[in-house]
């Protein structure tokens, strides 16, 4: 803001905008004819079958499971402990994610991953298993996964074994 602006961040509004990201909000300032405004801050909410969810892989022995996002690292990171994600990895571009599902291979054989737009589409490629959720992914996302869950219904993707 400042290169745009040439006009320093009111104090006020630059520690409002360090409390909203602690707490996992996008905050972005408000800048208009010369003078800061305010800021208006907005935040991804999990689904709320989420934690469930991710307890009931937990549970079937999948220990580690990671969040491959564009939002800010404290957004992630505020995302991750509500929900119990145990490695969140934020500010990512989609060939970031690239890099991540390749390095993940590397380290562990066999990587999932769950996406369901266009950014998560060249990562569910690269993964070992590519997992796209139905009625709200992109068709791009559709066509690249694996598996496609039809339904928005996120509790089952934890299929019992036979």
Same mark, same amino acid.
């Given at each position: 803001?400042? /290169? ?10 630059? /520690?409002?905008?360090?409390?909203? /990201?602690?707490?996992?909000?996008? #905050? ?41 996002? %564009?939002?800010?690292?404290?957004? #992630?990171? $505020? ?15 989609? /060939?970031?994610?690239?890099? $991540?599902? !390749?390095?993940?291979?590397? !380290? ?28 709200? %992914? ?6 690249? $996964? ?17």
């Amino acid at each position: 803001m400042i /290169e745009l602006t040439n006009a320093a961040i009111p104090k006020e509004i630059d /520690e409002n905008m360090a409390s909203l /990201e602690a707490r996992g909000q996008t #905050a972005m300032i408000v800048y208009m004819e010369g003078q800061y405004l305010g800021i208006i801050a907005v935040m991804d909410v999990a689904r709320k079958e989420a934690k469930a969810t991710l307890a009931k892989l937990h549970a079937m022995g999948i220990n580690r499971t990671i969040m491959l996002t %564009g939002d800010n690292q404290k957004v #992630a990171n $505020a995302v991750a402990k509500e929900i119990g994600i145990t490695d969140p990895k934020g500010n990512l571009l989609p /060939e970031d994610k690239v890099r $991540a599902i !390749e390095k993940l291979i590397k !380290e562990e054989g066999v990587v999932a991953m769950l996406g369901d737009g266009v950014n998560d589409a060249p990562a569910m490629a690269k993964s070992t298993i590519g997992i796209a959720m139905g009625a709200a %992914g992109s068709d791009v996302a559709l066509e690249t $996964a694996d598996i496609a869950l039809m339904s928005d219904k996120l509790e089952n993707l934890p299929l019992p074994l036979p």
